[in-house]
C-alpha cells in the first residue's frame, strides 16, 4: 500500500442495547436476523454540533452539498457549521465537469472547494471513473481499447490534477460490481477489462500524490456476494501494489432493514487489511408518510451506524448524502419513500439527529 492508513483511536462505542431486525440491501430485500449487540455506555461529552461529536473521536462528519443550495443562508449555516467533510453531490461527475472531449468546466467545483476553504473543511472528491452521469461522447464514443485508456488519464489528470493538495478523498472508482459480486458491464470494462480498475488509481495517484485513493460502491456495508467480491477486489489491488488507500460503504439503508452488528464485522475486515473504511453516502429511507415511531426508530438506526464505524478504529469517517430531506435523492428514485435524512424538508433536525450524536458518544 502507497500510504499507510490513519490511526484513530475511538472516544466512543455503541450505547445500550440493539435489537437487528434485517440486513439492509439497495435493492430493498433483507435477510432477516435476530441478533442483539449489547455495549457498556459511556459518559457522553457534550457537543454543540455533529462535527464536535465525530471530532471528539477523531473522526469527520461530512455531507454532500448541492450546488444550488449554497445561495440559501439556511442550508449554508447548517452546512458550514455541523460538517468538517464535504462532498460534491454531483459537480465533480464526469458529465458536469468535462461534458465535451477536451471541455472543462469547473465553476461550480470551484464554488465548492471555496465553500469548504471558507469553513475549514475537509473535500471528498466523488468521482473520478463512474459509468453514470456520463456524457454521450465518452460512453457512446466508439473509443479502441487505448483511445479509451488515453481518454480516462486525461480526464483524471486534469480534475484531480486542478486540485492537487487541496482534495483529501477521491473516488476513483465507483459502483463498479453487480449484487451478485460480478463486475458491471459499461464502456469501461467492456473495452478495457477489469485492467480499467488498477490503471484508474495508478494515474489518480500520478495526478494527485497527496489524495487517498478510494473504491466506493452500494450495498456492501453488510456482508454478502457484493461486498464478498469488492473484499477480494481490494485484496488483489494490495497484493499488486495498486495505490489503494480507503474502501467507501454508501449505505444507502431502509429503515428496519440492517444489521449493526454485521455491518461492524465487515468494516472490520476491510480495517485489518491496513486501509481506511469510510461510510460515504449515509441516509435512511423509510415508506411514507413519516411518523414519530418511524423517525424514532430512524434514529435509533443512525446511531447503531455511526456505533459501528466509531467501534472499528480503522474506520475515519461518515458522510450523510445529504442533510435536508428537501434536496434527498430518495423520492425520485423509489417513489413513496423518503424522510431518509437528519434534518426535514424545512432544515429542522429530526430524532436522527440526537442518533448521529449519540452514535459518536455524545450528548
Avoid at 472528491?125 to 480516462?152: E, K, R, Y
Avoid at 495508478?202 to 466506493?216: M, T, V
Avoid at 456492501?220 to 488483489?236: F, I, M, N, P
Avoid at 428514485?333 to 429542522?348: H, R, S
Wanted: hydrophobic letters at 40%; aromatic letters at 10%.
Amino acid at each position: 500500500m502507497r500510504r499507510a492508513a490513519i490511526a484513530v483511536t475511538a472516544g466512543a462505542l455503541l450505547s445500550g442495547g440493539l435489537l437487528v431486525n434485517a440486513q439492509a440491501q439497495e435493492t430493498g430485500t433483507a435477510t432477516a436476523t435476530d441478533s442483539t449487540v449489547e455495549v457498556a455506555p459511556e459518559v457522553a461529552p457534550e457537543a454543540a454540533t455533529l462535527r464536535e461529536a465525530a471530532e471528539a473521536t477523531g473522526r469527520f462528519m461530512g455531507t454532500a452539498i448541492a450546488d444550488g443550495r449554497l445561495s440559501d443562508g439556511t442550508y449554508t449555516g447548517i452546512a458550514s457549521s455541523e460538517f468538517s467533510s464535504v462532498t460534491a453531490e454531483n459537480v465533480m461527475k464526469w458529465d458536469a465537469i468535462q461534458p465535451s472531449q477536451g471541455q472543462y468546466n469547473f465553476a461550480a467545483a470551484d464554488r465548492l472547494m471555496d465553500f469548504a476553504a471558507a469553513n475549514d473543511q475537509q473535500v471528498w472528491g466523488h468521482t473520478l471513473v463512474w459509468h453514470s452521469q456520463l456524457p454521450s461522447w465518452v460512453a457512446n464514443g466508439g473509443f479502441n481499447a487505448d483511445q479509451l485508456d488515453q481518454v480516462i488519464q486525461d480526464h483524471i489528470n486534469n480534475v484531480a490534477g486542478r486540485y492537487a493538495g487541496e482534495i483529501a478523498y477521491w473516488d476513483v472508482v465507483n459502483e463498479v460490481f453487480n449484487d451478485d459480486g460480478s463486475l458491471r458491464q459499461s464502456v469501461f470494462l467492456n473495452t478495457l477489462g477489469e485492467d480499467y480498475i488498477a490503471d484508474a488509481f495508478h494515474y489518480a495517484e500520478a495526478a494527485d500524490p497527496s489524495a487517498k485513493l478510494c473504491i466506493n460502491d452500494y450495498s456492501t456495508e453488510h456482508t454478502g456476494a457484493k461486498s464478498d467480491a469488492l473484499y477480494q477486489r481490494v485484496s488483489q489491488l494490495l497484493s499488486e501494489g495498486v495505490p489503494i488507500d480507503c474502501v467507501g460503504f454508501q449505505s444507502h439503508l431502509i429503515l428496519d432493514q440492517y444489521s449493526a452488528s454485521d455491518i461492524q464485522a465487515n468494516l472490520q475486515r476491510f480495517a485489518d487489511l491496513g486501509l481506511e473504511v469510510v461510510i460515504t453516502e449515509l441516509d435512511v429511507r423509510m415508506d411514507m408518510p413519516a411518523d414519530q415511531a418511524k423517525l424514532d426508530r430512524q434514529a435509533q438506526q443512525y446511531r447503531d451506524v455511526i456505533g459501528a464505524c466509531v467501534a472499528v478504529t480503522g474506520c475515519t469517517g461518515v458522510t450523510v448524502w445529504g442533510f435536508g430531506d428537501a434536496d434527498s435523492w430518495v423520492p425520485g428514485t423509489f417513489p413513496g419513500q423518503g424522510a431518509a435524512l437528519p434534518w426535514d424538508d424545512n432544515y429542522q433536525p429530526k430524532p436522527a439527529y440526537t442518533g448521529i450524536m449519540e452514535g459518536f458518544g455524545a450528548s
